[in-house]
């Protein structure tokens, strides 16, 4: 099946600096990436569509300018918190669309974030 | 508003045995897609078994079948011959073929006891 991997596995950071996610569709290209977040026990929430060559789309309640979404190519998109907070640990998971019989998402390992 | 529903936060079953798993949806569209992820403590959601809204038999992958009733808007899972690698998150989900958004169900944490 599709392979997504995502770069860091997890990230511990200070309050204040800015981290980059990399999400990679390795063996099919997407033209569509979703980024999730996800707290302990809870479900998947979506917060970005993001279309290669064009800016993403986000949920009500993503601040736009805290989480930046860049889909640079057909396999890479990258989420970059800026000025992290403690309240933005949390555990990021990307996916990547492909279409087919099944048309469905293949998620990434996901990203645990931990701001100090 | 487009919702789905998982009624059991945790259940644990006996290795061996079969389990299932309630998901219910709300939606007024007609055409969708149901699918079923395991997430294990690791972290990754795994794709177990995707149900077409206009698929008239249920889906059923290896020990894991998809008990269907479009009419009850319920899309079940059921786990035969549970195995102690079952012990995961099981998130049911909800996709429509004109958008892009995946719906996700609340989960249910799912023991398998040996």
């Known amino acids: 099946g599709a392979v997504v991997s995502q770069h860091p596995s997890w990230v511990i950071c200070k309050s204040g600096t800015s981290v980059k996610i990399e999400c990679r569709s390795l063996?099919?290209?997407?033209?569509?990436m979703f980024w999730y977040r996800q707290f302990p026990k809870q479900s998947l929430m979506l917060m970005a569509t993001s279309n290669e060559g064009s800016k993403a789309t986000y949920e009500q309640g993503v601040e736009k300018d805290k989480f930046l979404i860049n889909h640079a190519s057909l396999t890479l998109s990258t989420l970059t918190v800026t000025s992290a907070h403690p309240e933005d640990s949390s555990f990021y998971i990307c996916?990547?669309?492909?279409?087919?019989?099944?048309?469905?998402?293949?998620f990434g390992p996901g990203t645990r974030l931990t701001v100090l | 508003a487009q919702k789905i529903t998982q009624t059991q936060p945790g259940m644990f079953v006996q290795e061996k045995e079969a389990v299932t798993l309630d998901c219910t949806y709300d939606t007024s569209d007609q055409s969708y897609g149901l699918f079923w992820y395991k997430q294990p403590s690791s972290g990754e959601m795994i794709f177990l078994i995707y149900q077409g809204s206009y698929d008239e038999q249920n889906a059923t992958e290896g020990r894991y079948s998809l008990n269907f009733q479009k009419a009850r808007k319920s899309a079940n899972l059921v786990i035969s011959a549970s195995q102690l690698g079952d012990s995961a998150m099981y998130f049911c989900?909800?996709?429509?073929?004109?958008?892009?958004?995946?719906?996700f169900g609340t989960g249910t944490s799912l023991t398998v006891i040996p």
């Open positions: 989900a909800m996709r429509f073929l004109t958008g892009n958004q995946f719906y």
């Open positions: 063996d099919f290209q997407a033209t569509t």
């Open positions: 996916s990547a669309r492909t279409s087919g019989r099944v048309d469905e998402q293949f």
